[in-house]
């Protein structure tokens, strides 16, 4: 294993500056059941299975860019049906963090960077942000369509009485 890299149990990692390195800063992560019980609860599905994630981070002039990869395998409802299914997300995903980000309006911060809380950065909560921004918003599972079909065989669907009430002159 590489002298700057990390094994760490959990995603408890406070990431301070000063652990940057020139080259860098790289940790190995996999996320206790607890941790991925919370990322569960925050997304509000049934259950986050397992995560591991790969995490990056480097000084970028006045940036910092937390990069990696995510794998997990999660718990999902599907819209269509209301089955419960797997969804795995095995994704690379990139962020932008500074400790001054420029305020374009009262209260509004450039989009694609996010402030620094005092000089350090939370591994946990920047995996979890990144789990929620990869998963499918509106999960369906393999071989369900959302494709709206009458049983023409009994003759029964939403607007068959209809023709009830129709008066006839």
């Not at 409802?77 to 001054?100: K, N, Q, R």
């Not at 920047?126 to 009458?150: A, C, H, W």
């Amino acid at each position: 294993m590489e002298k700057n890299k990390k094994e760490e149990k959990g995603l408890n990692k406070i990431l301070f500056l000063g652990e940057i390195g020139p080259n860098g800063w790289q940790g190995h992560f996999k996320a206790t059941s607890e941790q991925c019980a919370k990322i569960a609860n925050r997304f509000d599905i049934p259950a986050v299975n397992s995560l591991e994630a790969e995490v990056n981070a480097v000084i970028d002039g006045d940036l910092i860019r937390v990069y990696g990869h995510i794998k997990a395998n999660l718990e999902r409802i599907c819209v269509v049906s209301l089955d419960h299914f797997e969804e795995v997300l095995d994704t690379d995903f990139e962020a932008l963090f500074a400790e001054d980000v420029p305020l374009l309006k009262e209260g509004e911060m450039e989009d694609d960077i996010e402030p620094i809380d005092r000089g350090r950065l939370d591994i946990f909560d920047i995996v979890s942000e990144q789990v929620g921004l990869n998963m499918n918003p509106f999960p369906r599972k393999d071989g369900v369509s959302g494709d709206y079909t009458e049983n023409t065989e009994t003759g029964n669907h939403p607007f068959a009485n209809l023709k009830n009430l129709i008066k006839k002159d």
